[in-house]
């Protein structure tokens, strides 16, 4: 049986590298944070998410890159031309996919079935090109990834938004 002495807790000593007990924000007011944050975001008054990269307009250059590509490569003869529309769609899908991607993890805006769209259509696609699987496996695979990686995309813009299973509008 511990004696009395066992049973202290040990106060942790105090490492180089952690800042004093006194400068870390407790638990109650970290907690107090997250609410205003959840009540601002349900309230409806939460900025649009900036971009990592600062104001520059790089989203809009590469969706107009995209389009330009796209509709270049109606005019340019099929070889060139169908690897213009490729890529202009490529680039565009690209730059969209990233600001809802932005805006999803922001809790400014729910885009739960664009991005699971975005594992589950790849998912059939690899499959079906890459195997000899019948097309009625493919599509319960891509179809079973579409749901999975909805389910996880709701819980978190669910978890950042306070609640709020979606948001419209802006």
């Known amino acids: 049986m511990p004696?009395?002495?066992q049973r202290r807790k040990r106060r942790r000593r105090q490492t180089a590298g952690s800042p004093p007990?006194?400068?870390r924000p407790s638990a109650v007011a970290l907690d107090d944070q997250q609410r205003t944050r959840a009540a601002k975001r349900r309230a409806?008054?939460?900025d649009?998410?900036?971009p990592p990269w600062g104001s520059?307009?790089?989203t809009e250059i590469v969706i107009f890159i995209g389009v330009i590509l796209l509709i270049a490569g109606f005019f340019i003869p099929p070889p060139q031309g169908f690897v213009m529309v490729a890529v202009g769609l490529g680039l565009a899908s690209l730059a969209g996919l990233e600001l809802s991607i932005r805006e999803h993890f922001a809790a400014y805006r729910s885009h739960t079935l664009l991005l699971s769209a975005a594992i589950g259509v790849p998912v059939?696609?690899?499959l079906f090109l890459a195997t000899k699987l019948s097309p009625a496996i493919c599509v319960a695979a891509g179809l079973l990834a579409f749901g999975g990686a909805a389910w996880l995309f709701a819980s978190a813009f669910r978890r950042r938004s306070g609640g709020a299973l979606y948001r419209l509008g802006g």
């Open 48 to 50: 649009r998410p900036p």
């Open 3 to 5: 004696t009395k002495r």
């Open 21 to 23: 007990a006194e400068s």
């Open 56 to 58: 520059f307009p790089l």
């Open 44 to 46: 409806g008054s939460i």
């Open 124 to 126: 059939f696609g690899a």
